[in-house]
């Protein structure tokens, strides 16, 4: 009886132990709450799939953000986490973004991500990470799309995204974390006023060179709201790697924002024309005045100023001497306030491409409408070489030299005039279907030797001619192609026949019209000539004269460019091939001959002489074959055709300006 009784004893004193075990656990629980550590092992009877923690909250329990596990929990469904849930803990952060343009917006998880899978920024595969900042902060600020895609193609984004280079300026590097402000904030890091100490961070160097030697600089630090500062030259989201093509390309018309003027000026420059061609070896504004360090011309300091200047050119042109000061890289020739001595040339140059095409506009059009008076009246009938019988007009020599100055001034005229109207659509189809500017420099200079070459093979003939051989006539009489004073009366009739009040004047072997063309030879090759050998070898003539030669060789070269092509392509080709009585082509150029009835009609006056002289049989020749005519109207048809349709692009691009 005794052992059971013991028994009996223990048994009750064990049950009132545990009764008292659970008692003190049910205050613990009531008192203190459910373990963290027995919560979350609850958790996992539901969420087995949920991680328990995330790797920035190791130390947290479920109930740490979702609240204690009650009866309602298990009726209504688990508390969702807030950001006041967040700001228990993180109450600084909580208290940036309330200020800042997120804080009617954008919650903690939407930056962060989702909350069981949260880590620190340090942590590559973070949504605040700065290897997807730009995923994170893309979700939203997808419009404008530059934003994002600029980002992601600027200088920044290759680096971070492609390189892999985690120093890369990222969107919170810029744009601050949790304090983010508009950029019309003046407080915010992004404003204009800011931006040169937010890009400073990394690019202290260039910061502290800008600040000290940039007059962008000077005035930012002397409070100038409008001085250029890092955005305004390299973007904001788009920042490009300044060595690359696409820069360097652009970096003038970036200029050209602020410094209008200067950019216009600069646009009309080789320098200028070459850049808009997409041709990156020739210099641009950062070249010449320096990116960080753009001074006034007046600052000893500057790249520009007279005692820098040749050392600055010397970067890119060898030999380069002291009278390069003279040269004006921003000339204006218009402006008579500038170099004088240019704007005299310019003057000059205008005046005669005006002279020249009114009078040749007044004089062919009352031809024109004369010609066409006059094959309605039958008075003038349509020129055409029949016969069996020629005579020679030209000496095969010439008939070459003429194919070479057609040849040699078609190509001068495809590759140059694409320069002078480098903005017109047609110009840049031109230049691209040439291979380029540098390219289409090639050809321009090749051409230009075989125009000297022909030249001076011509002015060796005539030395020959006139000196060794002492043929007569070449200075003066009716073989002579000098000007001489029947020409002018023979101007004055022909305008009395345009106007139906005489008659039209007989020709002799050369008329006033052929004698300009001939001596417009010679002058443009003279002008054209000296001029572009001074722009090829700039360098060369500025040994002994003065810069400002190059400025005004400039302006001779591309207007006596205009005159001559303007000339040749619209007065030429109707003097010789498009007006009514000859159209669609004289073929007499190619073949050297015409036939002796035409003879006859178009050169009354000579042929009169050789007959008095009883030298006309020395000028009959066999006719031309079928196969020559046939090379000469497809040959001469493409030379006219192209000289056409340059004429054309010619008056568009005028007509546009």
Same mark, same amino acid.
């Given at each position: 009886?005794?052992?059971?009784?013991?028994?009996? %004893?223990?048994v009750?004193?064990?049950?009132?132990?545990?009764?008292?075990?659970?008692?003190?656990?049910l205050?613990?629980?009531?008192?203190? /709450?459910?373990?963290?550590?027995?919560?979350?092992?609850?958790? +996992?009877?539901?969420?087995?799939?949920?991680?328990?923690?995330?790797?920035?909250?190791?130390?947290?329990?479920?109930? $740490?953000?979702?609240?204690?596990?009650?009866?309602?929990?298990?009726?209504?469904?688990?508390?969702?986490?807030?950001?006041?849930?967040?700001?228990?803990?993180?109450?600084?952060?909580?208290?940036?973004?309330? #200020?800042?343009?997120?804080?009617? /917006?954008a919650?903690?998880?939407?930056?962060?991500?989702?909350?069981?899978?949260?880590?620190g920024?340090?942590? +590559?595969?973070?949504?605040?990470?700065p290897?997807?900042?730009?995923?994170?902060?893309?979700?939203c600020?997808?419009?404008?799309?530059?934003?994002?895609?600029?980002?992601?193609?600027?200088?920044?984004?290759?680096?971070?995204?492609?390189?892999?280079?985690?120093?890369?300026?990222?969107?919170?590097?810029?744009?601050?974390?949790?304090? %983010?402000?508009?950029?019309?904030?003046s407080?915010?890091?992004?404003?204009?006023?800011?931006?040169?100490? =937010?890009?400073?961070?990394?690019?202290?160097?260039?910061?502290?060179?800008?600040?000290?030697?940039?007059?962008?600089g000077?005035?930012?630090?002397?409070?100038?709201d409008?001085?250029?500062?890092?955005?305004?030259?390299?973007?904001?989201?788009g920042?490009?790697?300044?060595?690359?093509?696409?820069?360097?390309?652009?970096?003038?018309?970036?200029?050209?924002?602020?410094h209008?003027?200067?950019?216009?000026?600069?646009?009309?420059?080789?320098?200028?024309?070459?850049?808009?061609?997409?041709?990156?070896?020739?210099?641009?504004?950062?070249d010449?005045?320096?990116?960080?360090?753009?001074?006034?011309?007046?600052?000893?300091?500057?790249?520009?100023?007279?005692?820098?200047?040749?050392?600055?050119?010397?970067?890119?042109?060898?030999?380069?001497?002291?009278?390069?000061?003279?040269?004006?890289?921003?000339?204006?020739?218009?402006?008579?306030?500038?170099n004088?001595?240019?704007?005299?040339?310019?003057?000059?140059m205008?005046?005669?491409?005006?002279?020249?095409?009114?009078? *040749?506009?007044?004089?062919?059009?009352?031809?024109?409408?004369? =010609?066409?008076?006059? =094959?309605?009246?039958?008075?003038?009938?349509?020129?055409?070489?029949?016969?069996?019988?020629?005579?020679?007009?030209?000496?095969?020599?010439?008939s070459?030299?003429?194919?070479?100055?057609?040849?040699?001034?078609?190509? +001068?005229?495809?590759?140059?005039?694409?320069l002078?109207?480098?903005?017109?659509?047609?110009?840049? &189809?031109?230049?691209?279907?040439?291979?380029?500017?540098?390219?289409?420099?090639?050809?321009?200079?090749?051409?230009?030797? /075989?125009?000297?070459?022909?030249?001076?093979?011509?002015?060796?003939?005539?030395?020959? #001619?006139?000196?060794?051989?002492?043929?007569?006539?070449?200075?003066?009489?009716?073989?002579?192609?000098v000007?001489?004073?029947?020409?002018?009366?023979?101007?004055?009739?022909?305008?009395r026949?345009?106007?139906y009040?005489?008659?039209?004047?007989?020709?002799?072997?050369?008329?006033?019209?052929?004698?300009? $063309?001939?001596?417009?030879v010679?002058?443009?090759?003279?002008?054209i000539?000296?001029?572009g050998?001074?722009?090829?070898?700039?360098?060369? *003539?500025?040994? *002994?004269?003065?810069?400002?030669?190059?400025?005004?060789?400039?302006?001779?070269?591309?207007?006596?460019?205009?005159?001559?092509?303007?000339?040749?392509?619209? *007065?030429?080709?109707?003097?010789?091939? +498009?007006?009514?009585?000859?159209?669609? =082509?004289?073929?007499?150029?190619?073949?050297?001959?015409?036939?002796?009835?035409r003879?006859?009609?178009? #050169?009354?006056?000579?042929?009169?002489r050789?007959?008095?002289?009883?030298?006309?049989?020395?000028?009959?020749?066999?006719?031309?074959?079928?196969?020559?005519?046939?090379?000469?109207?497809?040959?001469?048809?493409?030379?006219?055709? &192209?000289?056409?349709?340059?004429?054309?692009?010619?008056?568009?691009?005028?007509?546009?300006?």
């Amino acid at each position: 009886m005794a052992a059971q009784a013991e028994v009996t %004893v223990n048994v009750f004193g064990i049950a009132a132990s545990t009764a008292l075990k659970i008692v003190a656990i049910l205050v613990a629980i009531m008192v203190w /709450g459910v373990p963290a550590q027995a919560q979350d092992d609850s958790c +996992l009877n539901c969420h087995e799939e949920v991680p328990l923690t995330s790797p920035a909250h190791p130390d947290l329990s479920c109930a $740490d953000c979702h609240g204690e596990v009650t009866a309602r929990h298990r009726r209504t469904g688990l508390e969702p986490v807030t950001d006041e849930v967040c700001g228990d803990c993180h109450r600084r952060p909580m208290r940036e973004v309330g #200020r800042s343009v997120h804080g009617d /917006g954008a919650g903690c998880l939407d930056c962060h991500g989702a909350p069981h899978e949260l880590s620190g920024a340090d942590d +590559l595969h973070s949504a605040i990470s700065p290897l997807h900042q730009i995923e994170s902060c893309g979700g939203c600020h997808d419009e404008p799309a530059n934003l994002v895609d600029g980002y992601i193609n600027s200088v920044h984004g290759l680096g971070l995204m492609r390189a892999g280079l985690q120093t890369s300026a990222s969107c919170s590097d810029c744009h601050g974390a949790h304090n %983010v402000e508009s950029v019309s904030e003046s407080s915010s890091p992004t404003a204009h006023a800011h931006a040169p100490e =937010m890009c400073g961070q990394c690019h202290g160097l260039l910061l502290e060179e800008w600040q000290s030697g940039s007059a962008h600089g000077a005035a930012w630090l002397g409070g100038n709201d409008e001085a250029p500062v890092c955005t305004d030259c390299h973007s904001s989201h788009g920042v490009e790697d300044p060595r690359s093509i696409a820069n360097q390309l652009t970096s003038a018309a970036m200029c050209g924002e602020c410094h209008g003027e200067y950019f216009t000026t600069f646009a009309d420059t080789f320098h200028g024309k070459a850049n808009d061609f997409g041709f990156v070896e020739v210099a641009a504004c950062v070249d010449c005045h320096t990116p960080h360090q753009s001074l006034p011309a007046d600052d000893p300091r500057s790249s520009v100023h007279p005692d820098n200047v040749v050392a600055t050119c010397a970067k890119c042109h060898e030999g380069v001497t002291q009278n390069i000061v003279s040269y004006d890289s921003h000339s204006d020739p218009t402006d008579p306030t500038g170099n004088y001595a240019v704007y005299i040339v310019w003057l000059f140059m205008t005046s005669l491409l005006i002279g020249v095409f009114a009078f *040749f506009i007044i004089h062919d059009v009352l031809w024109l409408q004369r =010609m066409v008076v006059g =094959m309605l009246r039958g008075e003038i009938k349509a020129i055409k070489d029949t016969g069996e019988q020629y005579v020679r007009r030209f000496s095969r020599a010439s008939s070459y030299v003429h194919v070479t100055i057609i040849v040699t001034f078609l190509l +001068l005229a495809l590759t140059g005039l694409p320069l002078k109207f480098h903005d017109t659509t047609w110009a840049q &189809t031109l230049m691209t279907f040439l291979g380029g500017v540098e390219s289409s420099t090639y050809l321009h200079r090749l051409a230009a030797v /075989g125009t000297f070459g022909y030249a001076f093979f011509h002015l060796g003939n005539i030395f020959y #001619r006139l000196v060794i051989k002492r043929e007569p006539g070449m200075l003066w009489g009716p073989n002579s192609l000098v000007p001489q004073f029947g020409d002018v009366a023979d101007v004055l009739r022909n305008f009395r026949y345009f106007v139906y009040l005489g008659e039209r004047p007989a020709n002799d072997r050369w008329n006033y019209i052929e004698k300009f $063309d001939y001596l417009a030879v010679f002058w443009g090759v003279l002008i054209i000539g000296t001029s572009g050998l001074m722009l090829w070898i700039p360098m060369t *003539f500025t040994q *002994f004269l003065p810069g400002w030669v190059i400025n005004a060789a400039y302006v001779v070269h591309s207007d006596e460019a205009l005159l001559a092509t303007g000339f040749i392509f619209v *007065f030429h080709f109707f003097h010789t091939h +498009l007006r009514p009585e000859i159209f669609p =082509m004289d073929t007499v150029i190619f073949t050297g001959r015409m036939s002796l009835e035409r003879f006859k009609e178009e #050169r009354p006056l000579e042929y009169q002489r050789l007959v008095d002289n009883n030298e006309l049989e020395n000028y009959f020749v066999d006719p031309p074959r079928p196969a020559e005519l046939k090379r000469a109207h497809i040959w001469g048809g493409i030379f006219v055709t &192209t000289g056409l349709l340059l004429a054309i692009g010619i008056f568009w691009a005028l007509l546009a300006h």
